[in-house]
DNA sequence: TTATCTGCAAACGCTTTGCATCGGA
DNA sequence: TCCGATGCAAAGCGTTTGCAGATAA
């Protein structure tokens, strides 16, 4: 299963998990390939998926393991929209979450300033980080959809569901 | 079980319950009792354990059912800070809130606006109903024992959770 | 009277843990 | 060689569901 990535590829990507002082592995590789290259958020049921297609079987474990190692060497981040589950995406450009409390899709915002700490928080002596958005309402398909009135509520999951869908 | 609620504290509280077009049960009553008295976020586990404190026995999944029709209707809200739990509290005032990296704990931030649509995202059609802020790095508390040295991971750990407690 | 909620148990989904084995540095 | 990662199974946690019986309106 290590055959699947093009040498220059392979390269790269050992580069980066070896700047980020992790051992390069194949499952790291694969991982951190299949992330990079789809962009958007994705859980880790997606993952499991898309590698699934191109053939590969990686246990539940270590993906999670290798998704942990890679988010707290910071080469890809998870985003918090909700309990319960896990959302993983890589760490290209800063950005925000709108949540749709209609369909449920997640969609990305672009961060305005563009970095981690975008936003100040009334908390003195505190050492900011990260300050993140989530945004919730009715994303604008839905807001379309309802306008038309013609697509009822099977419809619209099918339609608007970016986010569930495989990598 | 019932006897609880003093009957001005009932009355009060039937009438939010009334007002938010919500029947008057006994569960409903003694939780949003509880998560209107003590403030803060806590998770569904500390209500439990606060319940079970003063001598009163819900089933989870009836406090589970009690939060989400308070939450669906406006009375309490939860907090997003993470996956994997759900974090309730009153619905008084707007406010985000920062999560510590180093002990855990979470800190609510008063918001500057106040209102729910407190920033607007970067997405047109959209209908924005609420802008939440995740704020992370360390807490102050965190950055001062840090800063004294004296304190090891388990005194830290005791000390500053506010959040983990019971309410 | 009727729609709604409670209470109990059991299932569910996602994530983590334990441990023997394997493999990169 | 040796520490760390993998692979497998199984447990863990928080949450949801199903349904009979109770209860507010």
Known sequence: MSARLPPERRQELAARLRSAR??????RLIILDAL?????HRSVEDVL???QREGIRLPRATVYNVIRSLVSSGLVMVADVGPGRMLVESAERWHHHFVCRECGSVIDVPCAVGAKPCLEPDLPGAEVEEA???WRGVCPRCVAARAEGGL??????TLSRPTGGSI
């Open 132 to 134: 993140q958005i989530i």
């Open 152 to 157: 009822d509520a099977r419809d619209q999951e």
């Open 22 to 27: 992790l051992r390069v592995t194949t499952p």
């Open 49 to 51: 998926r898309h590698l």
């Open 36 to 40: 990079l290259r789809v962009g958007g």
